[in-house]
């Protein structure tokens, strides 16, 4: 990932949330905890997924984005985001 080391410094914090959450998941479903206790932490855990790749998506934006239309990349940048659109409906 490139762009702002703060970004950066961002994203790796929320991974360590999102790893951590999921290793409290696995202890919950070993413990025979609850399922509807487990499948509540596990919809914390795609939340922050989400925001995690809303984070990266937003640099993405303003860095690549951005320069690659300016460089007159458009169709590029447009295909690229296109590409990502379509993941995101899946």
Known sequence: MRG?????????????????HLHG?????EAGQPCVDV????????????RLQALILENHLRGRV?????????????????DLCGLAGR
């Open 4 to 20: 702002c080391s703060s970004t950066r410094r961002e994203a790796l914090r929320r991974l360590n949330y999102i790893e951590g």
């Open 25 to 29: 998941v696995r202890r919950m479903i």
């Open 39 to 50: 499948v509540k932490q596990t919809y914390a855990v795609r939340r922050a997924v989400v």
């Open 66 to 82: 951005f320069t690659g239309i300016r460089e007159g990349r458009e169709d590029a940048v447009i295909d690229e985001l296109i």
